[in-house]
């Protein structure tokens, strides 16, 4: 099967040496340094002791160079999603698929503004990885399983082909019912995660042995879980404490990437995490002050630096 990878950070890397070593056709958009590192010397994935290296068919910054796929597998930052988009144009055949695997819970509408709306499905990564320098994916922790569907939750054969190549890479690929369910699960995890281990400047062991910080991050999973279900999105009514159980399954040091970033100087995504739970609860009447607040303490770092 034909994949594109667009772009080659985090999860397209590590999804790009999977694929590769089990035998798919996968071909790699990169830039700058990081592509010159995979065209000199291939692609690595570090995980745990195991270092893996391949090849991928192609490595460009050009997709006119690779044409046409099967599936393109769409992870970037969340505010290079529209720019990104134009690159998958070229990659577009008749009945390509494009999965992305962001964060946040608006990513199918913004492709929409882009890509033809038949072209675009929905996903959701569970796994943290990151670029640990150029031509080199790092995988942090043990974890790994790609949710995925048609943007309408349906199972279509072009849908089963790419979870069948999955499978034979060894990746977790369950079948969902419904994939926006399973989009906001993540985000009431992950906008609390993020808007709190960066503002706080803390890890996930720290939020848990911290009373106040725990009673902080469980109203956030609340807020964010009310917001879904106000937006028509069929959550479970112990979303908020199956959540916070599996905060407590989350190793010690973890953070989530907008605190890394923050760290690293680099541009925050919280215009589309808190700043998303914030935009989204005005549209349908609700206050959300808990993710106000953290969006506002993290707007003067957003552009990096």
């Known amino acids: 099967m034909k994949f ?4 080659t950070g985090g999860i397209g890397g590590y999804l790009a040496v999977r694929l590769t070593q089990a035998g ?20 690595k994935l570090e995980a745990g002791d195991e270092s893996t290296r391949v090849h991928p068919r ?22 290079d ?9 070229p990659l577009l055949g008749p009945n390509t698929v494009v999965i992305p695997f962001l964060n946040g819970v608006e990513t199918v509408q913004r492709l929409a503004t882009v890509l033809p709306i038949e072209h675009i499905a929905n996903g959701t990564a569970a796994i943290s990885t990151t670029v640990a320098e150029p031509g080199s994916i790092r995988q942090v922790g043990t974890f790994a399983s790609f949710t995925f569907a048609e943007s309408d939750s349906s199972q279509s054969p072009r849908i089963e082909a790419v979870r069948a190549a999955f499978e034979r890479a060894g990746l977790d690929a369950p079948v969902v019912e419904n994939i926006d369910v399973a989009l906001w699960q993540k985000f009431c995890l992950f906008a609390p995660m993020s808007g709190i281990t960066a503002a706080a400047r803390c890890t996930i062991g720290e939020i848990r042995n911290d ?5 902080l991050f469980q109203d956030a999973i609340a807020e964010t879980a009310t917001l879904g279900r106000a937006l ?7 979303t908020e404490s199956r959540i916070w159980q599996a905060v407590g399954d989350l190793p010690d040091g973890m953070r989530a990437s907008t605190a890394i970033d923050l760290e690293a100087g680099r541009p925050l995504e919280v215009d589309w995490i808190s700043g998303a739970v914030v935009r989204l609860s005005e549209t349908v009447g609700l206050d959300s002050p808990i993710n106000r607040t953290l969006n506002a303490v993290l707007q003067p770092c957003k552009a990096g630096g």
């Open 4 to 7: 594109a990878t667009v772009a």
């Open 24 to 43: 798919e056709d996968v071909a790699v958009l990169a830039r700058g340094a990081h592509l010159d590192a995979i065209e000199s010397t291939g692609l």
């Open 58 to 79: 192609i490595a460009t910054d050009d997709p006119a160079e690779i044409g046409p796929v099967d599936a393109v597998i769409f992870g970037v930052k969340a505010k």
């Open 81 to 89: 999603v529209e720019a990104a988009a134009e690159s998958c144009l």
């Open 211 to 215: 009373p106040q910080l725990s009673r």
């Open 232 to 238: 028509g999105v069929a959550l479970p009514g112990d």
